[in-house]
């Protein structure tokens, strides 16, 4: 059964840091593209940005919002998938999700994410 | 900022047929925009029902169909049941090294 669990999330002040985790089962995680996805409250879906295997060239593209704030990675020796951010904004709160890219079909429950003094 | 449009709302009659547009600011939507489709009811993910245009998930009911309608992605669902009631979302791929982009999302109310 695939399964991907996203944690980290909590409440954070602006302009502090979090590092949220995506562990995954399943499937083999090193063939994988990820893709992190978030929903502010109330509101739409908002694509993040995406992680290529390493045979892919490991290339990491981001959503304008969070670039050069949010640093995607993963650690294939852990099956596990990382979400930097860092400056954090008020406007970042958001659930959180992780999701295999190729066809989007795998999701995470997800992980709230509160910034706010 | 590339912008991804569709319908705020519908609304739809039990048994009904609807289709729901997803529109791009760049131009028209092709095969090469990838579209995907989700639902999500409130307090859950996203579920996937359509890929690579109209491509169906072995979970996705056979009354939801996707396909291209005047340089859009649509989806079509026929004989509309009570719980298709949800918020509806496209996601278009602008190729390698560009972001995807959701749209707004279209909310569906079965009445």
């Known amino acids: 059964e695939v399964q991907l669990v996203e944690s980290g999330g909590g409440l954070v002040k602006p302009g502090g840091s979090l590092r949220l985790s995506c562990a995954v089962s399943?499937?083999?995680?090193?063939?994988?593209?990820m893709t992190w996805v978030r929903q502010a409250p109330g509101k739409g879906l908002e694509w993040v940005g995406r992680?290529?295997?390493?045979?892919?060239?490991?290339?990491?593209d981001y959503a304008a919002p969070v670039k050069g704030r949010f640093i995607i990675s993963r650690d294939d020796s852990k099956n596990t998938l990382y979400l930097q951010m860092n400056s954090l904004k008020t406007e970042d709160t958001a659930v959180y999700y992780c999701?295999?890219?190729?066809?989007?079909?795998?999701w995470g429950q997800g992980t709230l994410v509160t910034v706010s003094s | 900022q590339t912008v991804v449009t569709q319908e705020p709302s519908l609304t739809v009659s039990p048994g009904g047929t609807v289709t729901l547009t997803c529109a791009s600011s760049?131009?028209?939507?092709?095969?090469?925009?990838?579209p995907n489709w989700f639902q999500q009811k409130p307090g859950q993910p996203p579920r996937p029902l359509i890929y690579?245009?109209?491509n169906k998930h072995s979970w996705t009911p056979a009354r939801f169909s996707g396909f291209l309608l005047g340089g859009k992605a649509a989806l079509t669902l026929s004989g509309v049941q009570p719980e298709d009631e949800a918020e509806y979302y496209c996601?278009?791929?602008?190729?390698?090294?560009?972001?995807?982009?959701f749209g707004g999302g279209t909310k569906l109310t079965v009445l």
């Open positions: 999701t295999t890219t190729d066809y989007f079909d795998n």
């Open positions: 399943g499937f083999t995680f090193s063939n994988a593209w």
């Open positions: 992680i290529k295997i390493k045979s892919d060239g490991g290339t990491i």
């Open positions: 760049t131009g028209a939507v092709t095969r090469d925009n990838y």
């Open positions: 690579s245009t109209s």
């Open positions: 996601l278009l791929s602008y190729g390698d090294g560009q972001p995807w982009v």
